[in-house]
């Protein structure tokens, strides 16, 4: 109740109104699930507006203005939108609803003819359900109830009866089909033996049809079409292939079989002429079976029964009685065959020994034609036609090939028989120049021998008999009388040779000792030569080729190489000899490490590389070694003047001195450090100052410092720990000293329960810090708390992250640790009924909206109850693929159980349709 007044002059009049705003229902719609026909839906079913507010009075209409009212809301029996109304207090809400109504299909069954095996039915064919109607997908099943399926629907291969299925829309028939495979004879042919003419072939015993099934009645053809009746199959007398077919039901099989009658052979036998052994005879030959018919294979046997085969048929060695068969296709025919061979003389040459000239060779001789068979005539011939009769067989005096022919029957052997008659060699010696020892002579050179005659070949030989061989006639050593035989094709002539070889003087020189200047060297000294051999006449010489002498060779003064040459007999022997007079060394020039500290080494360099070097120290004392080291060095033991000599090949220098310096330690530093510090602070480090020092900081983690006061900023624990400084001046290091720095901090950390609510939400915060005393919490709402242990009330849904600063006993040093609180308000599932993955970006998944839910399943499956989706988490949703393939569009049966934080249960059953 409101109130309107009116004023004028001063004067009122107040008066009630009542103003009534009446709820306007809201409509929550559920889409009735799909139904095939002819069932109906019922649209006033409390499900289809299950979640609606305002409790109105509902209608039901055809259209969005409510003019036509839906006749039968309680059965709706055709697909299409309706109107829902709800209406209260003269307020309304409409709303659409879908109604689907999906036409089953109805299968028209026609079964296929029957056929013969192994001939297949095709259940697919279009003609086994003309006249279905619906448009439904066919699937094949072998029982009623659709649970297997039949694998090749396409090719049955067994009598029997199967069903087909049809499905549209989640709507399905099922229907019978019978298939008859008649069971077709086979045959089984084995073709038989061929014979040989006249003979015939049987087709009708079994063992041509043995191990053939189906028991059918047979028939016997001469072609594969069936249509010629073959007239005697139980004799047939010509090869060619004949069928034969086994009939059962209609259902028949015809198979071919082969007759082979072979033609039998004849042979006609001439026999070969006789030969003369070795010669052979060749059964094979055309010429031995002309005239035969039948072109049959022929093979050759020692008897009429062709059970012994003849080895060699082209070449019989051996007269006698053969038979040759003659084979063609299974069938034969055997005939002898007689070969003649004579017996041929073999004669046997043994070619005469060579003779040297002027003696002859006797042919005639009977161990020329030792071992000779067939005692056959001889004959002499000067060639192998034998057209030439040699004169004097018996006194042949010309080297050269001749022939010996054996005669006897009429068959003759003709041989070759060598005769040689070598040339003698006359040797013609002219003795070798002599020579000096080392030196050789070469007995094989042609100059030795010139003026030979015969061509011979040369040996060489210590004695005249030729017993004993020079081992090498090309480098003879030894003076004396040697041997050269010359040989030619067995003939020989031997003659003396004479070898003169002078002993050379042989010198073993020894060089003199090194001498140090203004010192000389004699080279006439009975040791440079010790050793020598040949007993020779000395010269004293400045080159090798001993053509400049040497002035005075007892007192050489200066270094090189020089000659000395011993002459005996002509023969000379010159060698060299190195005089060696060596200046003196320069003095070395010593240093040192030097200033050095006390305490420390001292290291002495002489700078030499070649030679000993002699050290004294201060005090004269020696020091052995080129540069010696002397450890532990102190002011008043070892500073001072240290003098070196040099000495090369026994040469000493004259003295050189170096001046040795040693300095004082310094005293060791006074440190101190800024402790303790918190972790990403600053650490100073300080020391005392000393004049002229340089320092020398180490430290934790690899610290190094040459500042006097480093400083070492964003301290952490790895630069806790002990420092050391020490200082250096003029090159002297100082003991260490030491400092330690320290760091403090505090370690954050605590719990909180429960993490997660609805408001009003109480979190209990447990405090489990350390190294602390002093605590600041912050809640994410603006407040704090310096509690050590605290708890907050949240008042609002939100994620709220809680930070704690923990502060540490000693230095106050900071450290934070979070957590974040879900809080939700009341719990809320929104679950969608279409979505379309297209892939267009929108409603492209199935996927809840929720808030504040503890638990969560989704499960979904196809129209056969295939699951295809599941998951239990409400932030993951469906795409509509299964192991990524796109599933069909229609209606899927979804099934969701879920709790919310408020502990509100939520189930929902229901349907979402996938369109693309």
Not at 745 to 770: C, E, K, R, W
Request: a negative charge; charged letters at 5%; hydrophobic letters at 35%.
């Amino acid at each position: 109740t409101y109130y309107i007044q009116s004023s004028a002059s001063g004067c009122t009049d107040i008066e009630p109104v009542t103003v009534i705003i009446n709820t306007t229902p809201v409509l929550s719609i559920t889409n009735p699930l799909a139904v095939c026909s002819p069932s109906t839906v019922d649209l006033t079913n409390a499900s289809v507006t299950s979640g609606s507010t305002g409790a109105g009075t509902l209608t039901y209409w055809t259209d969005a203005g409510a003019t036509t009212s839906l006749t039968s809301a309680n059965a709706v029996s055709a697909s299409g939108t309706y109107y829902i109304q709800s209406s209260a207090s003269g307020c309304t809400d409409i709303e659409p609803v879908t109604v689907t109504i999906n036409p089953s299909p109805v299968l028209s069954i026609t079964n296929p003819p029957g056929v013969c095996s192994p001939a297949t039915v095709d259940i697919t064919a279009a003609s086994v359900t003309s006249g279905s109607t619906g448009a439904g997908t066919l699937t094949y099943w072998t029982n009623a109830g659709a649970t297997t399926s039949l694998t090749s629907p396409n090719a049955v291969s067994a009598s029997g009866t199967y069903y087909i299925q049809s499905s549209a829309s989640g709507c399905t028939d099922i229907e019978p089909v019978t298939v008859i495979i008649n069971t077709t004879p086979v045959l089984s042919i084995t073709n038989p033996l061929a014979v040989c003419s006249p003979s015939t072939v049987d087709l009708t015993t079994s063992s041509v049809t043995a191990g053939s099934t189906g028991g059918g009645t047979l028939s016997y053809w001469t072609n594969s079409s069936a249509t010629t009746v073959l007239t005697s199959p139980g004799a047939v007398s010509a090869s060619g292939t004949y069928y034969i077919q086994s009939s059962v039901s209609s259902c028949s099989d015809i198979q071919p079989v082969t007759v082979t009658i072979n033609p039998s052979p004849v042979l006609s036998i001439t026999n070969p002429p006789a030969v003369c052994s070795p010669a052979t005879v060749d059964i094979t030959a055309a010429s031995v079976t002309s005239g035969s018919t039948g072109v049959g294979a022929l093979t050759y046997w020692t008897d009429a029964g062709a059970t012994t085969s003849l080895t060699s048929p082209n070449a019989v060695s051996v007269s006698g009685t053969y038979y040759i068969q003659s084979s063609a296709s299974g069938c034969t025919d055997i005939e002898p065959v007689t070969v003649v061979i004579n017996t041929t003389p073999v004669l046997s040459i043994t070619n005469p020994p060579a003779v040297c000239s002027p003696a002859t060779v006797d042919i005639t001789a009977t161990t020329v034609t030792s071992g000779s068979t067939g005692a056959g005539t001889l004959t002499y011939w000067t060639d192998a036609g034998a057209t030439t009769s040699l004169t004097s067989p018996n006194a042949v005096s010309a080297s050269g090939t001749y022939y010996i022919q054996s005669s006897a029957s009429g068959c003759t052997d003709i041989e070759p028989v060598t005769v040689i008659i070598n040339t003698t060699p006359v040797l013609s010696i002219t003795n070798p120049l002599a020579v000096c020892s080392p030196s050789t002579i070469d007995l094989t050179n042609a100059s030795v021998t010139a003026g030979s005659a015969g061509g011979g070949t040369l040996t060489y030989w210590t004695d005249a008999g030729a017993t004993t061989s020079l081992t090498s006639p090309s480098a003879v050593s030894a003076s004396g009388t040697y041997y050269i035989q010359s040989s030619s094709s067995g003939c020989t002539d031997i003659e003396p040779v004479t070898v003169v070889i002078n002993t050379t003087p042989v010198l073993s020189i020894t060089n003199p000792a090194a001498v140090c200047s203004p010192a000389t060297v004699d080279i006439t000294a009975a040791s440079a030569t010790s050793g020598s051999t040949g007993s020779g006449t000395l010269t004293y010489w400045t080159d090798a080729g001993a053509t400049t002498s040497l002035t005075s060779p007892n007192a050489v003064s200066v270094s090189g190489t020089y000659y000395i040459q011993s002459s005996a007999s002509g023969c000379t022997d010159i060698e060299p000899v190195i005089v060696t007079i060596q200046a003196l060394p320069l003095p070395p020039s010593p240093t040192s490490n030097s200033p050095i500290c006390s305490g420390g080494t001292l290291n002495l360099i002489s700078g030499v590389t070649n030679g000993t070097v002699n050290w004294t120290n201060p005090s004269g004392a020696p020091i052995p070694g080129n540069d010696p080291q002397i450890n532990n060095v102190y002011l008043f033991g070892h500073a001072g003047i240290y003098s070196a000599t040099l000495t090369i090949n026994g040469c000493t220098s004259s003295p050189a001195t170096t001046n040795v310096v040693i300095n004082p330690p310094s005293a060791a530093p006074v440190v101190q450090a800024n402790n303790p510090q918190c972790a990403g602070t600053s650490l100073q480090l300080n020391a005392e100052t000393i004049t002229n020092a340089t320092y020398s900081w180490t430290g934790p983690n690899g610290f190094t410092s040459s500042q006097q006061n480093p400083l070492i900023n964003n301290l952490s624990a790895q630069n806790v720990g002990s420092y050391y400084l020490s200082v250096i001046v003029n090159g002297c290091e100082s003991a260490a000293s030491q400092t330690t720095a320290t760091i403090d901090y505090a370690d954050a950390l605590f719990t909180a329960t429960p993490l997660t609510g609805i408001t009003p939400h109480n979190v209990n915060f447990l405090n489990q810090s350390f190294f602390a005393n002093n605590y600041i919490w912050h809640f994410g709402t603006g407040i704090s708390s310096t509690q050590k242990d605290t708890s907050y009330t949240y008042t609002e849904g939100g994620s709220y992250e809680v930070i704690l600063i923990a502060y540490s006993s000693l230095a106050n040093c900071p450290d934070t640790f979070s957590i974040s609180i879900l809080v939700e308000s009341d719990s809320f599932l929104e679950i969608p009924n279409v979505f379309s993955p297209n892939g267009d970006g929108k409603n492209d998944m199935f996927k809840v909206k929720s808030r504040g839910l503890k638990s969560y399943s989704c499960s979904i499956y196809n129209r056969w109850g295939k699951l295809v989706f599941v998951s239990d988490d409400y932030n993951v949703g469906w795409d509509g693929k299964v192991s990524g393939k796109e599933t069909a569009d229609g209606a899927y049966f979804v099934m969701i159980k879920a709790e919310g934080l408020d502990g509100k249960p939520y189930e929902h059953t229901g349907t979402v349709t996938l369109i693309r």
